[in-house]
């Protein structure tokens, strides 16, 4: 497997106690502080941040005009449901 781009080193500052327990898991994982923090921040990014990114891209299709009424909304749904339930009843 290919090593990762690694960027210019950072300097962190962080809680003593968040330190203490990266250095828990770093030890019982037998890897390094880096790799705990780097799986850290991965799983915050596909989560947390994730979600952060889709509410900006969001708010910036709201400005963009970007939106539907939400009576259209409701109409195209309804209209949706009952294509459903005839194709069932016709399918019974």
Same mark, same amino acid.
Do not use: C, F, H
């Given at each position: 497997?290919?090593k990762?781009?690694? /960027?210019?080193?950072? @300097? !962190?500052?962080?809680?003593?106690?968040?330190?203490?327990?990266?250095?828990?898991?770093? *030890?019982?994982?037998?890897? +390094? &502080?880096?790799?705990?923090?780097? &799986?850290a921040?991965?799983?915050y %990014? @596909?989560? *947390?941040? /994730? *979600?952060? %990114?889709?509410?900006?891209?969001? &708010?910036?299709?709201?400005?963009?005009?970007?939106? =539907?009424? =939400?009576?259209? !909304?409701?109409?195209?749904?309804d209209g949706?449901?009952?294509?459903?339930?005839? +194709?069932? @009843?016709?399918?019974?």
């Amino acid at each position: 497997m290919a090593k990762p781009t690694l /960027s210019d080193p950072i @300097t !962190l500052r962080l809680p003593v106690e968040i330190l203490a327990d990266i250095e828990k898991i770093a *030890e019982t994982a037998d890897r +390094s &502080r880096s790799w705990v923090i780097v &799986r850290a921040l991965k799983a915050y %990014l @596909t989560t *947390e941040g /994730s *979600e952060l %990114l889709e509410i900006a891209a969001a &708010r910036q299709d709201v400005r963009d005009g970007k939106v =539907m009424d =939400m009576d259209d !909304l409701l109409d195209e749904l309804d209209g949706l449901n009952a294509a459903d339930e005839k +194709s069932r @009843t016709d399918a019974a």
